[in-house]
């Protein structure tokens, strides 16, 4: 199984609500990121979780809470978010060690902010 | 910090044409190379990836890639394509032991039937 879930598909949220997005994977794999993909554009990388502990935040605003409950889930919090960080948020796993592992990604929650 | 260039933003090309997009990385030393694709309405799929070894490296749907480490070049290649391959491509390097992906801004490749 090389899949990596996500939910929900999409969402519409306005700049007062806080809802969360849902990622989950079951390859064993150690590593987990959160990226923002805005229309015509590359990835950008948000967070890495490294056996459940945040090991990258690229400086994202506080409106983006990442969480990694265990192994297999990572969720992103989202609260008072500007209609600006409407994009396609994608989330992928990758094996970890000294050696590069590809990254698989999941379909993505494309969300909307009014 | 790394950095990936891809030449082309829009490639256009009749059905068996042959394809070569351009992929250019900002510095040498050891590094994991990766081509991804996205179709439309999908999402990011692996086509083929470097780590060492054998610079020409196949993947699938009969793409092949050469890492070239004197010009820091990872270019993408098939010798025909299909109308099915229209989609994104997008070239990337890992920077970092966290395996932090850095992706080219993307080609968008339309086959015409």
């Known amino acids: 199984d090389t899949e990596v879930t996500q939910t929900p598909k999409h969402l519409v949220m306005g700049m007062t609500n806080k809802k969360s997005l849902k990622c989950e994977q079951h390859m064993g794999h150690r590593a987990m990121y959160w990226y923002k993909q805005k229309a015509k554009k590359p990835p950008e990388l948000m967070f890495v979780y490294s056996y459940e502990k945040l090991s990258i935040n690229e400086s994202v605003p506080s409106r983006f809470s990442p969480e990694c409950p265990n192994s297999s889930l990572l969720n992103l919090h989202l609260h008072a978010l500007q209609p600006e960080d409407s994009a396609l948020y994608l989330c992928?796993?990758?094996?970890?060690?000294?050696?590069?592992?590809?990254?698989?990604f999941g379909p993505g929650t494309r969300l909307t902010v009014t | 910090a790394q950095s990936v260039s891809q030449h082309n933003h829009h490639v256009i090309l009749s059905e068996a044409a042959s394809l070569e997009l351009g992929c250019n990385y900002s510095?040498?030393?050891?590094?994991?190379l990766f081509w991804y694709v996205q179709y439309p309405g999908q999402h990011l799929q692996l086509l083929l990836k470097y780590f060492s070894g054998d610079p020409l490296v196949k993947g699938i749907k009969g793409f092949e890639a050469e890492f070239i480490k004197s010009k820091f070049s990872f270019n993408l290649r098939k010798p025909s394509v299909q109308w099915s391959d229209t989609a994104e491509y997008f070239c990337a390097v890992v920077e970092g032991s966290q395996g932090n992906l850095i992706f080219g801004k993307g080609t968008k490749l339309s086959v015409k039937p």
């Open positions: 992928a796993s990758s094996q970890v060690g000294i050696q590069g592992y590809e990254q698989y």
């Open positions: 510095y040498g030393g050891t590094v994991n």
